[in-house]
């Protein structure tokens, strides 16, 4: 299967720049109930993904305890600190890949062959794909495995 069908656009998700203040992430990701969020250059290539853990941990650290002392720090200033990092897919990764990537992350960045991001790929929308493999006789899953070919 191609990876592309299961792609949620850049234009279509949130994200935050890198330059842009920690206020401003900290809002978008509260606004929507997100609990990380891509970060991406101007130049749209894929930086980092932000997590509300690095952000708490960004301002224990420095101590930061009101919205007005995040405008002073930019995305680019917090460190991420986590087991696993988050790593782009190519968009011609495999959905195998993007399975794997999934065990320890909510979504999976997808970049192009010049490292601009390109959107994400969510871990529910490859577990409906999943069952919905799962649910049909394997006669139907050989021929639409044919046609993706």
Request: charge should be negative; include cysteine.
């Amino acid at each position: 299967m191609n990876i592309i069908q299961l792609l949620h656009p850049k234009a279509l998700i949130d994200y935050v720049y890198n330059d842009s203040t920690c206020r401003q992430a900290l809002e978008i990701m509260g606004n929507h109930g997100f609990t990380v969020i891509p970060v991406i250059s101007h130049d749209g290539e894929y930086v980092k993904t932000l997590s509300e853990g690095d952000l708490m941990w960004f301002m224990v650290n420095k101590a930061i305890c009101t919205r007005r002392d995040l405008e002073m720090f930019t995305v680019d200033d917090i460190k991420v600190k986590r087991n696993v990092e988050v790593k782009p897919v190519l968009v011609t990764a495999t959905i195998d890949d993007v399975i794997l990537m999934l065990v320890n992350q909510n979504f999976v960045p997808v970049i192009d062959d010049r490292k601009m991001f390109i959107g994400i790929i969510t871990r529910s929308d490859v577990l409906k794909y999943c069952h919905s493999r799962l649910a049909k006789p394997e006669s139907q899953q050989e021929d639409e495995a044919l046609a993706w070919d």
